[in-house]
């Protein structure tokens, strides 16, 4: 099946860094993909949809110039977290593709110290 | 707007017995998608099930199935025969439209299933 392959897995930086998340779409191409949040016990919150070739669109309280999202080709889509602060410790994770199944990657673990 | 609703925060079950978890949701669209994800400890986001409005059987797959009650808006998911690797958290999920890969979706809060020895 298809496969949504997301890097890296876990990373740490300090605060006031960026970060840089990539999700790749490994055999199909995906126009659009999404980026999701999941604070600890909580549900993942949709964050944008990225739109390959155009801006990204952002949900209602999520801070685009924060959250950049760059959707340059057919199976790339990243996400950099800009001047991270702690409070944007979370797990991300995108999705992409998919009818009756999405594709989601394995997720990144962003801890800022 | 859509939502989706997850009333029970964690279960414990019996290895062995079957559990039902429940979601109900609300949408105005006519067409829409339900999902059912595994998601333990690692983070990953394993899909179990999915559902189509338009489907008027339920969907099974293997030891899960998917009670799909229309019109109370109710997808529950039932796994027969629980093992202890089924200990995660589940979520309930939908999708406007039924079969595109560019719409949202957007998740229930969560289930934690824990299951006992």
């Known amino acids: 099946g298809a496969v949504v392959s997301q890097h890296p897995s876990r990373v740490i930086c300090k605060s006031g860094t960026s970060v840089k998340i990539e999700c790749r779409s490994l055999d199909f191409q995906a126009t659009t993909m999404f980026w999701y949040r999941q604070f600890p016990k909580q549900s993942l919150m949709l964050m944008a949809t990225s739109n390959e070739g155009s801006k990204a669109t952002y949900e209602q309280g999520v801070e685009k110039d924060k959250f950049l999202i760059n959707h340059a080709s057919l199976t790339l889509s990243t996400l950099t977290v800009t001047s991270a602060h702690p409070e944007d410790s979370s797990f991300y994770i995108c999705?992409?593709?998919?009818?009756?199944?999405?594709?989601f990657g394995q997720g990144t673990r962003l801890t800022v110290v | 707007a859509q939502k989706i609703t997850q009333t029970q925060p964690g279960m414990f079950v019996q290895e062995k017995e079957a559990v039902t978890l429940d979601c109900t949701y609300d949408?105005?669209?006519?067409?829409?998608?339900l999902f059912w994800y595994k998601q333990p400890s690692s983070g990953e986001m394993i899909f179990l099930i999915y559902q189509g409005s338009y489907d008027e059987q339920n969907a099974t797959e293997g030891r899960y199935s998917l009670n799909f009650q229309k019109a109370r808006k109710s997808a529950n998911l039932v796994i027969s025969a629980s093992q202890l690797g089924d200990s995660a958290m589940y979520f309930c999920?939908?999708?406007?439209?039924?079969?595109?890969?560019?719409?949202?979706?957007?998740f229930g809060s969560g289930t934690r299933l824990s299951i006992r020895p």
């Open positions: 999920a939908m999708r406007e439209g039924l079969s595109s890969s560019a719409s949202k979706i957007i």
């Open positions: 949408t105005s669209d006519q067409s829409y998608g």
């Open positions: 999705r992409a593709g998919g009818n009756t199944e999405a594709f």
